[in-house]
């Protein structure tokens, strides 16, 4: 199966650029993966879809400000040349304060370079990881986390080119455990309230952990989607959550996950008689079509990348030429793509 089989031409002005005012007045395009049949809905209109014995699996992780700003110091001395100023991405934790990052300009961060990023915090590069990034040490004094908070940036994807006034909607209503560079941006529609409906129709709501790495937004650049090797990202699923899913599969529920991210989970620690079992680790399941799915009926999704590895998940999780037909009516009805777009519902 060939990457360009995933191509589409989407207008720059359908990127939306900035969240809406509302989480939950965006626009649900419904596909009926068994026959093809869409549907133009409100967001609000995802409780028309769901049953009580139903249950609704959400990533609850939360994105961290993983952007840094330092200068290279050299033998502890720190001008105040502009040529020494660097950026620090946070990609991957290590434990001991070890951290895999990517570097800008990467030349400013041979091994044996020291960053500092203020009184408070530095980092000491160790090594250049296979990827080209750095596997550095940081050197703090206090709560690392709270540092991060006070000096980091939280970064938004390559194609939002506008800053956002408050970057807690760049994260869900229900984020709670820190270590995603990057949002599970379907679950960005829900509000409390629109939560509190679903579970007032009876059905459960479950957490589960994905930390979204930076290899989301990396294009696949082989040729052959089977050549393709898929990043990997830590998850963690609590026992108490998978005896939720499990006593709802049983009683005749389906599986509603939020996003590819939780899907990924699921599809990790589910077993062929379609139970899921509780675990944490590093997943780097590639999930394209020909997969035969184990755990999830329903998937909520938004609007992804050309030729990405999400892309090519929603199109195993229906069929291509349905998705294919999906995406050129939804750049048709002028929907709102990406990160801060419009959502989809495949049932």
Not at 51 to 72: E, F, H, K, M
Not at 143 to 170: Q, V
Not at 203 to 212: G, Q
Request: with cysteine; aromatic share 10%.
């Amino acid at each position: 199966m060939r990457v360009d089989d995933f191509n589409f031409v989407l207008p720059d002005k359908l990127i939306a650029q900035t969240p809406l005012e509302h989480r939950d007045h965006s626009r649900l395009l419904v596909v009926h993966k068994d026959t093809g049949v869409l549907e133009d809905r409100s967001f609000p209109a995802i409780t028309d879809y769901l049953r009580p014995s139903d249950v609704l699996v959400l990533n609850d992780t939360r994105v961290i400000p993983a952007r840094l700003y330092g200068q290279n110091c050299r033998s502890g001395q720190c001008g105040s040349q502009k040529s020494g100023l660097v950026e620090v991405f946070l990609l991957r934790p290590f434990g001991h304060g070890q951290w895999e990052v990517l570097v800008k300009p990467g030349k400013k961060a041979r091994p044996g370079a020291n960053i500092v990023f203020s009184p408070l915090l530095s980092c000491h590069v160790i090594d250049v990881t296979p990827s080209g990034g750095r596997l550095v040490e940081f050197e703090f004094s206090g709560d690392f986390d709270a540092i991060l908070e006070t000096l980091g940036e939280t970064p938004l994807p390559p194609y939002i080119h506008e800053k956002i006034a408050d970057p807690e909607r760049y994260q869900t209503v229900y984020s709670k455990h820190s270590g995603s560079v990057a949002a599970p941006t379907a679950g960005l529609h829900f509000t409390p309230e629109l939560l509190s409906s679903i579970e007032a129709l009876g059905v459960a709501i479950v957490p589960l952990t994905l930390h979204v790495g930076l290899g989301t937004f990396r294009p696949v650049k082989v040729d052959r989607v089977e050549d393709h090797i898929m990043h990997e990202e830590y998850y963690a699923l609590t026992e108490a959550s998978a005896e939720t899913i499990n006593g709802r599969l049983r009683s005749g529920g389906r599986v509603f996950a939020v996003g590819t991210t939780s899907v990924r989970v699921l599809e990790t620690l589910g077993d062929e008689n379609g139970q899921v079992h509780a675990g944490s680790g590093w997943t780097n399941i590639f999930i394209y079509p020909g997969y035969r799915f184990k755990v999830v009926d329903c998937l909520l999704t938004n609007f992804h990348l050309p030729k990405s590895s999400l892309l090519m998940l929603v199109s195993a999780f229906a069929d291509v030429r349905t998705i294919q037909e999906a995406y050129e009516h939804a750049i048709l009805e002028r929907y709102r793509f990406f990160s801060f777009g419009d959502g989809m519902l495949l049932v």
